[in-house]
């Protein structure tokens, strides 16, 4: 392992090791000493990484009374099988690991969904209570569902440049990694002009409350988890759970296109690998 502090090659595994069992290494050109945590995150936390990845993911997926089941099929309603009944098996008390680590989950599932995106997007925005202060969460899907990309602004529009919304498509078209053909809204006047500016005349804007009614429905989504937790209380955090809340539910998502079955069974192993496939992600990165 190359030393943190200046790069050098010339390290030192010890026979000592951390409270939490990391190796610690010595750098022979700079005497520094160091472990695998140093310099990311998890330095200072007193949990293994791979436990608080794991409780911040079950935060995001799942409501403080709901249980966890490997299947990833939503259990029932149950206090005494819900998430802190799960932590405590870790010495994890309920005000353990939140949202400060969900951008590192963001972040991994992001650059996954690059150029996988379709060409025909759907646009809209929902609410979202920040310190008693509604907020607009923008949102867009492609016609199959997938996730395109989400936002949450303390503002609807501020200016005729289309503020936030220019960022929103600005966000959208780089994380896609190519624009649409076409952009589906409810028909709000500050939309066409952000559409024209940051995605370009060419693309087709359509205007229709009814066609517009797949992304109203997709946002049951983030409601769902959202009311239970009647609101957040910092705007950063707010932000950093709906981007990451977004982006894992699309992660887990089976379904490839509109109204697709999937047997249960599919279901249940679709789950438990990207699982594995993501906490691996998290692990090395």
């Known amino acids: 392992m190359n030393c943190l502090n200046c790069s050098s090659s010339t390290t030192i595994q010890l026979s000592r090791k951390t409270s939490l069992g990391y190796p610690v290494f010595r750098c022979s050109s700079c005497r520094r000493t160091f472990n695998e945590r140093t310099d990311t995150p998890f330095n200072h936390l007193q949990f293994p990484s791979d436990i608080v990845m794991l409780v911040v993911l079950w935060r995001l997926r799942y409501n403080r009374y709901k249980g966890y089941t490997a299947c990833g099929i939503w259990p029932r309603c149950s206090w005494c099988a819900g998430l802190p009944l799960h932590m405590k098996q870790y010495g994890i008390g309920r005000h353990g690991p939140r949202y400060a680590h969900a951008p590192l989950i963001t972040e991994q599932l992001r650059s996954r969904r690059r150029g996988k995106g379709g060409r025909s997007w759907y646009a809209d925005e929902t609410y979202i209570k920040v310190s008693g202060k509604w907020c607009y969460l923008y949102r867009a899907i492609d016609r199959n569902g997938n996730l ?27 994380v896609v990694g190519y624009k649409p053909t076409r952009v589906t809204t409810d028909g709000h006047d500050s939309y066409p002009r952000a559409i024209r500016r940051v995605l370009g005349r060419k693309v087709v804007h359509r205007t229709s409350r009814y066609l517009n009614n797949r992304i109203e429905q997709d946002h049951r989504g983030i409601k769902q988890r959202y009311y239970p937790m009647r ?24 379904r490839t296109r509109s109204k697709e079955k999937v047997p249960l069974p599919e279901q249940r192993r679709l789950f438990r690998q990207r699982f594995g496939v993501l906490q691996y992600l998290l692990m090395t990165s």
């Open 148 to 174: 395109v990309d989400s936002m949450l602004s303390e503002h609807r529009d501020m200016d005729l440049a289309g503020y936030p919304l220019g960022a929103f498509f600005a966000g959208a078209k780089e």
């Open 231 to 254: 609101g957040f209380g910092n705007f950063d955090s707010a932000s950093r759970f709906c981007q990451a809340f977004d982006e894992q539910r699309d992660y887990f998502r089976c």
